[in-house]
């Protein structure tokens, strides 16, 4: 009451008292807001919308897939694959920042976004997917290409710098491991991120899909591959030739950093970049540093 009966006796509050106040209910109004403020590597912001395609399309694989990309833009040709469950309109920010002087081309892998499985029941692989990757670039005429995965995009990255070296001119790896020691035990819901990363890509599915009743099923075939004990082997790391830059977010809530900073010294030509206050999404928490990374990779020679 005390501070109340001094406030009210003082009919013109003198202007070191107004600006003391306006101080004091300033801080009542940031404490809050601060208390409440998560660290970036446990935000999700969203992408924006894509740019518009200059080409896009649907090449038919192995047993009837059907697989979507979009071509942005001219120049040196720089292929851009997404993470798990995702599509290729997760790449927004980065093909913005590529688009006016590189070729982008974004590929919905197998049984994801645009793109169909098979008439069958056919296993998902990375190398089975690194192979589209092949047929998307031999309809568009593209002899060799620079490949930026994200998380199983860098998966399949890896598989085409192993199984089609002649086809890679350089390699952009970010929060891949390379067997199942290198993943995270992760409990279902132990990730606030990862879940609604999870939900996005359900709701990205549902609209894009011709099938949009069956992201459990996607979600099932990708399990086994995420399950699978090795993806590849520290020789076939070492025998990577092509240019690597192996990166991931200091707070990867998926994938050990220690295996990351591994990769990069197995593979003989490789550089290790790890942003700083991001996670497994750090192309969306920061992607102003990210896409200086990815310019740094393309222009290196």
Not at 103 to 132: E, F
Not at 211 to 222: E, H, R
Not at 240 to 265: N, P, R, W
Request: proline share 4%.
């Amino acid at each position: 009451m005390r501070g109340k009966i001094l406030f009210l006796a003082f009919a013109e509050p003198l202007p070191h008292d107004r600006e003391m106040r306006h101080a004091a209910l300033l801080l009542m109004l940031l404490v809050p807001a601060l208390a409440d403020a998560k660290p970036r590597w446990e935000t999700l912001p969203m992408p924006p919308a894509m740019p518009a395609a200059s080409t896009t399309g649907h090449v038919t694989v192995g047993e009837g897939a059907k697989i979507y990309y979009a071509t942005h833009g001219k120049g040196e040709p720089v292929v851009l694959l997404h993470g798990g469950l995702g599509n290729s309109d997760h790449w927004a920010f980065q093909v913005a920042a590529l688009v006016d002087k590189y070729q982008v081309i974004v590929i919905d892998s197998r049984n994801q976004g645009r793109s169909t499985l098979t008439k069958t029941k056919t296993k998902l692989s990375y190398h089975a997917m690194a192979d589209d990757v092949i047929a998307v670039l031999d309809t568009l005429g593209i002899a060799k290409a620079a490949i930026v995965g994200w998380s199983d995009g860098g998966a399949i990255a890896l598989d085409l710098g192993i199984t089609h070296a002649a086809r890679v001119s350089k390699l952009f790896v970010f929060g891949t491991n390379y067997d199942a020691k290198g993943s995270k035990d992760r409990r279902a819901g132990s990730s606030a991120t990862f879940n609604a990363y999870a939900a996005k890509c359900k709701q990205d599915f549902m609209k894009m899909s011709k099938t949009p009743n069956a992201f459990a099923a996607v979600v099932d075939s990708l399990m086994a591959v995420w399950t699978s004990s090795t993806n590849f082997t520290k020789d076939q790391l070492r025998a990577i030739k092509a240019y690597t830059v192996i990166a991931d977010g200091d707070h990867d809530e998926i994938i050990k950093l220690e295996q990351i900073k591994e990769m990069s010294e197995l593979i003989p030509n490789a550089k290790l970049v790890v942003f700083e206050n991001t996670s497994h999404f750090a192309l969306w928490q920061d992607p102003a540093s990210f896409n200086k990374a990815v310019l740094a990779f393309m222009a290196a020679k």
